[in-house]
């Protein structure tokens, strides 16, 4: 009987941690606590092949990263509306079934850390009998305080090595905090679940029925691309955007909790960022160019120029390249209103940083003015940009590093550090890079528009 199948839902947007973490590039597709992004920590974290659910936006960065770990997916699914957990959920257990009605899929979000991987597969081995008998099973995550930011699970009926959910509770009050945690009998909702997906299909048939038959249709009507699973975005959109918790656990009385401690966080402030990284003797956490002079228990972060602090204490200060966040520590829950404001006022730093991530690299843009844009471009290796064209810009290529191919109208030749040429406006044109290393150009766009809409893609390997 084979083992669990990790199922990794990676749609969040991750504002609370702007501006580091942006739409286009949330907190699950970055490298927050180590040497790996999130997700990657999340794929490798069973040693399965997962499934990976993601939105449209996010499928070539997700699809990069886990190359980059050596990871085969058995599928990345591709959500064209994000409709919450409950949907993605159905559409993956949906997949999983046809091959395997007594499958079990681990159905984990991609945003949260875990320090104790050994705890977190101790705990999912003795969820796997559980589930065999019948269960949905929850990890509640033993509580070191009365935190208000976490649901609770009461704890029901003694199980072998869990128990029975008695009931789930949503985000108390400070002093139903105290008492659940004095206790002894809740624990935190992690949104982690181990689930038979004949059941869980069943339950969500009992107790939201639409959710079932609006994901098996949008699977039906799905289509590959590429190597992603593209569901229909017409049948998806219509779909009740409901979470797992509310659609299914809840009302269900076949759902069992297995505790465990784990190190366990949702890293959804940065708050909880400076509680789990590493902190010097003043109480500060220091990433990047940053100078803290009497300061003490700040989160200090800079990803492009110098920061300097003085006479400052409990501040988060984030210092990216177009743009600059500093809080009270006590009130970064509310750094979701800024990015609200941002969008509002129709800011483009609410949504997306300078880097650009294509299905072929990144692009950076360093400098823009009135009629010039100026660009870094990594291409990597085997990769190759669309044949494509502009109408109303011209653009000088100089090569930094590696070798590019490039295809200039009706000729092609090869160029190296140091080397550049020039692309006319209205030219057919293409970059590719056939070394082994990364190749990295600086772009110069001149003319009368610079804007990113401004192409006609003639062939295109990626299918946009």
């Given at each position: 009987m084979s083992g669990p199948i990790p199922v990794i839902l990676s749609g969040g947007a991750g504002t609370r941690l702007w501006p580091l973490s942006r739409e286009l590039m949330p907190k699950q597709l970055l490298k927050l606590t180590g040497e790996r992004t999130l997700l990657q920590e999340t794929a490798l974290r069973l040693g399965a092949p997962p499934v990976v659910v993601c939105n449209f936006e996010h499928r070539f960065i997700v699809a990069e990263q886990l190359r980059e770990e050596g990871i085969e997916p058995r599928a990345v699914v591709i959500e064209p509306v994000g409709r919450n957990t409950a949907p993605a959920a159905a559409v993956a257990a949906l997949m999983l079934a046809e091959s395997d009605p007594d499958a079990l899929m681990l159905l984990m979000p991609s945003d949260h850390l875990i320090a104790d991987t050994g705890a977190f597969r101790r705990a999912v081995d003795i969820a796997v009998p559980l589930a065999r008998q019948g269960c949905m099973v929850t990890f509640g995550i033993t509580p070191t305080g009365p935190n208000t930011g976490y649901g609770y699970i009461k704890r029901g009926a003694a199980l072998d090595g869990g128990f029975m959910v008695e009931r789930f509770v949503e985000k108390p009050d400070l002093a139903t905090a105290e008492s659940y945690v004095a206790s002894g009998k809740y624990t935190w909702n992690s949104g982690i679940f181990l689930?038979?997906?004949?059941?869980?299909?069943a339950e969500l048939d009992r107790f939201a029925p639409g959710i079932k038959t609006g994901s098996a249709e949008a699977l039906a009507k799905g289509q590959r691309d590429l190597f992603f699973f593209r569901l229909d975005e017409t049948t998806f959109a219509a779909i009740e955007g409901r979470s797992i918790d509310y659609a299914v656990m809840e009302p269900?009385?076949?759902?069992?909790?297995?505790?465990?401690?784990?190190?366990w966080s949702d890293i959804g402030s940065w708050s909880a960022l400076w509680q789990e990284s590493p902190r010097n003797a003043d109480g500060n956490v220091i990433l990047g160019d940053v100078l803290a002079v009497d300061s003490t228990d700040c989160y200090l972060r800079s990803q492009d120029h110098l920061v300097a602090t003085v006479g400052v204490s409990n501040l988060v200060v984030i210092a990216t390249d177009d743009a600059v966040l500093v809080a009270d520590k006590s009130r970064d829950q509310e750094v979701k209103a800024v990015v609200e404001a941002l969008k509002r006022e129709g800011r483009p730093e609410a949504t997306q940083g300078t880097r650009g991530w294509r299905p072929w690299g990144w692009y950076k843009t360093i400098e823009q003015g009135e009629r010039f844009k100026v660009k870094q471009i990594h291409v990597d290796p085997g990769a190759k940009l669309s044949l494509q064209k502009h109408w109303h810009r011209s653009e000088h290529w100089v090569v930094v590093?590696?070798?590019?191919?490039?295809?200039?109208?009706?000729?092609?030749?090869v160029l190296r550090e140091n080397e550049s040429t020039f692309i006319p406006a209205g030219t057919n044109h293409r970059l590719e890079n056939p070394g082994k290393v990364p190749l990295r150009l600086i772009e110069v766009q001149s003319g009368e528009y610079v804007g990113e809409d401004d192409i006609v893609r003639v062939e295109d390997d990626y299918g946009r």
């Amino acid at each position: 009987m084979s083992g669990p199948i990790p199922v990794i839902l990676s749609g969040g947007a991750g504002t609370r941690l702007w501006p580091l973490s942006r739409e286009l590039m949330p907190k699950q597709l970055l490298k927050l606590t180590g040497e790996r992004t999130l997700l990657q920590e999340t794929a490798l974290r069973l040693g399965a092949p997962p499934v990976v659910v993601c939105n449209f936006e996010h499928r070539f960065i997700v699809a990069e990263q886990l190359r980059e770990e050596g990871i085969e997916p058995r599928a990345v699914v591709i959500e064209p509306v994000g409709r919450n957990t409950a949907p993605a959920a159905a559409v993956a257990a949906l997949m999983l079934a046809e091959s395997d009605p007594d499958a079990l899929m681990l159905l984990m979000p991609s945003d949260h850390l875990i320090a104790d991987t050994g705890a977190f597969r101790r705990a999912v081995d003795i969820a796997v009998p559980l589930a065999r008998q019948g269960c949905m099973v929850t990890f509640g995550i033993t509580p070191t305080g009365p935190n208000t930011g976490y649901g609770y699970i009461k704890r029901g009926a003694a199980l072998d090595g869990g128990f029975m959910v008695e009931r789930f509770v949503e985000k108390p009050d400070l002093a139903t905090a105290e008492s659940y945690v004095a206790s002894g009998k809740y624990t935190w909702n992690s949104g982690i679940f181990l689930l038979p997906v004949g059941l869980f299909l069943a339950e969500l048939d009992r107790f939201a029925p639409g959710i079932k038959t609006g994901s098996a249709e949008a699977l039906a009507k799905g289509q590959r691309d590429l190597f992603f699973f593209r569901l229909d975005e017409t049948t998806f959109a219509a779909i009740e955007g409901r979470s797992i918790d509310y659609a299914v656990m809840e009302p269900s009385d076949k759902v069992a909790v297995v505790p465990v401690d784990m190190g366990w966080s949702d890293i959804g402030s940065w708050s909880a960022l400076w509680q789990e990284s590493p902190r010097n003797a003043d109480g500060n956490v220091i990433l990047g160019d940053v100078l803290a002079v009497d300061s003490t228990d700040c989160y200090l972060r800079s990803q492009d120029h110098l920061v300097a602090t003085v006479g400052v204490s409990n501040l988060v200060v984030i210092a990216t390249d177009d743009a600059v966040l500093v809080a009270d520590k006590s009130r970064d829950q509310e750094v979701k209103a800024v990015v609200e404001a941002l969008k509002r006022e129709g800011r483009p730093e609410a949504t997306q940083g300078t880097r650009g991530w294509r299905p072929w690299g990144w692009y950076k843009t360093i400098e823009q003015g009135e009629r010039f844009k100026v660009k870094q471009i990594h291409v990597d290796p085997g990769a190759k940009l669309s044949l494509q064209k502009h109408w109303h810009r011209s653009e000088h290529w100089v090569v930094v590093k590696g070798t590019a191919l490039v295809t200039c109208g009706d000729t092609s030749f090869v160029l190296r550090e140091n080397e550049s040429t020039f692309i006319p406006a209205g030219t057919n044109h293409r970059l590719e890079n056939p070394g082994k290393v990364p190749l990295r150009l600086i772009e110069v766009q001149s003319g009368e528009y610079v804007g990113e809409d401004d192409i006609v893609r003639v062939e295109d390997d990626y299918g946009r």
